[in-house]
């Protein structure tokens, strides 16, 4: 079996819940809190009119901001104007933290042709405090399997 906890050691919690992936929406859920109704939603368009390599963070909003980390790979996270996406490759991660609880994150991804790009099934996802981070893991010893090529984020807080 495949393990998406992360580092998460609460193991009464079962396999996949922190990560769903449906289409080309990508969820990450903290099985531990309960969803408000409070949302920050990040159009990635709005990072404007240059390509921006690497990409180390941005602001969303109200606090929250979302930082990234190629995770020691030679493809680092990016922002292409063209396309209007964020791109992560395999072992790329980013974290979001904001000043409270966070429940769920909604990632809308890109698609091209037939391609969608919503990053790895191996991806790990953990939550801690005020954060969560998203993990692209990809451990074969050749390929980088999928990226993930972010279009808008939405943060869902906590009750």
């Not at 449906?22 to 159009?43: D, I, K, R, S, W």
């Given at each position: 079996?495949?393990?998406?906890?992360?580092?998460?050691?609460?193991?009464?919690?079962?396999l996949?819940?922190?990560?769903?992936?449906?289409?080309?929406?990508?969820?990450?859920?903290?099985?531990?809190t309960?969803?408000?109704?409070?949302?920050?939603?990040?159009?990635?368009?709005?990072?404007?009119?240059?390509?921006?390599?690497?990409?180390?963070?941005i602001?969303?909003?109200?606090?929250?901001?979302?930082?990234?980390?190629?995770?020691?790979?030679?493809?680092?996270?990016?922002?292409y104007?063209?396309?209007?996406?964020?791109?992560?490759?395999?072992?790329?991660?980013?974290?979001?933290?904001?000043?409270?609880?966070?429940?769920?994150?909604?990632?809308?991804?890109?698609?091209?042709?037939?391609?969608?790009?919503?990053?790895n099934a191996?991806?790990?996802?953990s939550?801690?405090?005020?954060?969560?981070?998203?993990?692209?893991?990809?451990?074969?010893?050749?390929?980088?399997?999928?990226?993930?090529?972010?279009?808008?984020v939405?943060?869902?807080?906590?009750?």
């Amino acid at each position: 079996y495949e393990d998406f906890r992360g580092e998460n050691t609460d193991w009464s919690i079962p396999l996949n819940s922190y990560l769903s992936i449906e289409g080309q929406v990508v969820t990450l859920t903290n099985a531990n809190t309960e969803v408000g109704t409070e949302t920050v939603t990040y159009e990635v368009k709005t990072l404007g009119g240059a390509d921006i390599k690497p990409l180390t963070s941005i602001d969303l909003a109200e606090g929250l901001k979302m930082t990234f980390d190629a995770g020691g790979e030679q493809n680092a996270p990016a922002y292409y104007k063209q396309h209007h996406n964020v791109r992560m490759y395999k072992n790329n991660s980013f974290t979001i933290t904001g000043n409270k609880k966070i429940a769920k994150v909604v990632l809308n991804c890109d698609k091209f042709k037939e391609d969608i790009y919503v990053g790895n099934a191996t991806a790990t996802v953990s939550f801690s405090g005020n954060s969560v981070t998203y993990k692209n893991v990809f451990s074969e010893p050749k390929g980088g399997g999928v990226q993930m090529r972010i279009l808008k984020v939405t943060v869902v807080y906590a009750k």
